[in-house]
């Protein structure tokens, strides 16, 4: 009697792993919670995730429509506590050089630096920043067009995106009257200020054709 139970305990668990092992086949086909998980597909490549290495095409840019393939040779972060933009520095083959700041708050924007300068060249002095800094208001004139006063604030920048290591800077932001020109000001821990002029662009006029 006993060898008869033996052999019957034995063949049921033989049923038992048969159908086991053909209902996992059958999940994994469905797509169900058997066997590996499916690969992550690759993220697309967007002006908000490009990075050092990447390549990317400006569309129409300024006054002239210029077209610009271009190479990001770093990707900058500018922090004011848990809020990011970014900076992306780019090398368009020649010896100038270009940077295309991205922000997204409630929308995504973008903004070319188009020309480094000095304070003296918007007619500024360190004791005019001191002054439009306590009293949060003012404005500048450059190429013959004012520029109003917008927006103040500190902020650290991490070059390369390297947390561990941050540049403490206060900035001021201009903008013309018709909104198509942006000047800032930044005023670093060493007392030094850095002047550019920037121009708003669309995220259509972006292309980006690898991350990295």
Not at 167 to 172: A, D, K, S, T
Request: a negative charge.
């Amino acid at each position: 009697m006993m060898t008869f139970i033996s052999y019957v305990m034995v063949a049921l668990a033989a049923a038992a792993f048969v159908y086991f092992l053909k209902s996992g086949n059958q999940r994994r086909l469905e797509g169900g919670g058997g066997g590996l998980p499916a690969p992550l597909q690759p993220m697309a490549p967007t002006v908000e995730n490009v990075g050092a290495g990447g390549v990317i095409r400006l569309e129409r840019v300024g006054p002239e429509l210029t077209d610009m393939d271009l190479r990001v040779t770093a990707r900058h972060t500018y922090r004011q506590g848990s809020y990011r933009w970014y900076e992306l520095e780019l090398d368009k083959g020649t010896e100038d050089r270009l940077w295309l700041e991205v922000e997204r708050d409630d929308y995504l924007e973008l903004y070319l630096c188009v020309k480094l300068m000095d304070l003296k060249d918007v007619g500024l002095k360190s004791t005019d920043m001191e002054f439009m800094e306590r009293e949060e208001e003012g404005e500048l004139t450059y190429e013959g067009e004012r520029f109003t006063l917008e927006e103040t604030g500190k902020a650290v920048f991490h070059r390369n995106g390297v947390e561990l290591e941050g540049e403490n800077l206060f900035f001021w932001d201009f903008e013309n009257d018709k909104g198509d020109k942006l000047i800032g000001v930044e005023r670093w821990d060493d007392g030094s200020y850095s002047v550019s002029l920037s121009i708003p662009i669309k995220s259509s006029q972006v292309e980006v054709f690898s991350a990295s």
